[in-house]
């Protein structure tokens, strides 16, 4: 195994997952470098979620291997996690717990979380702490595993579509905490199908196809505006039509 200094912060060898009749994750080989911000492009069904759950050690590989930092993901599942900051396709439900009692049951699992840092994600996308889960609005629901996510300051963030939910004014605000989080030394893994998210903040991306990765690409000047078009190419012959959003 690579020294932790030398490893990359997402590595995976022909990792698979077949869950029968050409559904799951088949023969990826990924690498993303650590303070890399990379996007994972797909429409529903491509194996977006199931890839980071095999990267969150939810779930058992088929064959192949994963390793975030060097730790392998199915047997250090829970040393990665202490690494890694993630947002769930779908929220997981808190029933009446208030959002601060799930602040503290989930800060207390990773030893403690500075306050400060919680009150300054929760003023930044206007969270009140105190209402019941279960009173939540969608958009607030998402504001809390966003809160959840960031508030130990990971070394990773492992991010399902995660402006699902949240207004323009929101949405921006979380482009600029992800800069801000990259900028002091955090690698992020976010999967989307809204092209306009890839394109404002990651450094690369990666378009997945029935399960398979198809395509990497560096998101320069000259790659950027042509993203739509990239896509697009590897799924004009698909049987279903791609979900893609501008906006």
Not at 2 to 30: C, Q
Request: hydrophobic letters at 35%; proline letters at 4%.
């Amino acid at each position: 195994m690579l020294p932790e200094m030398a490893a990359a912060a997402i590595r995976t060898s022909k990792l698979t997952k077949d869950y029968g009749a050409g559904r799951g994750v088949f023969d990826l080989d990924l690498q993303v470098s650590a303070q890399e911000v990379f996007g994972y492009l797909g429409p529903n069904g491509a194996g977006k979620t199931t890839t980071i759950r095999l990267l969150m050690g939810m779930i058992r590989p088929t064959g192949g291997s994963a390793y975030i930092f060097g730790l392998d993901c199915a047997r250090d599942a829970v040393d990665v996690k202490r690494r890694v900051g993630y947002i769930p396709g779908d929220v997981p439900q808190f029933g009446s717990l208030t959002g601060s009692e799930v602040v503290t049951y989930l800060g207390g699992m990773r030893g403690g979380v500075d306050p400060r840092r919680v009150r300054s994600l929760c003023e930044r996308f206007e969270l009140d702490l105190g209402r019941r889960f279960r009173e939540y609005s969608s958009g607030n629901k998402q504001k809390l595993a966003i809160v959840l996510a960031f508030m130990h300051q990971p070394d990773l963030l492992i991010l399902d579509e995660p402006t699902s939910g949240l207004d323009p004014l929101n949405r921006q605000e979380f482009y600029t905490l992800l800069r801000e989080t990259r900028d002091h030394g955090a690698t992020v893994f976010l999967s989307s199908h809204i092209l306009s998210e890839v394109e404002h903040i990651c450094d690369r991306v990666g378009i997945i196809r029935d399960g398979r990765l198809v395509h990497i690409a560096e998101l320069d000047e000259a790659t950027a505006p042509n993203l739509e078009e990239i896509f697009l190419s590897y799924f004009s012959e698909s049987r279903t039509k791609p979900k893609l959003l501008r906006s």
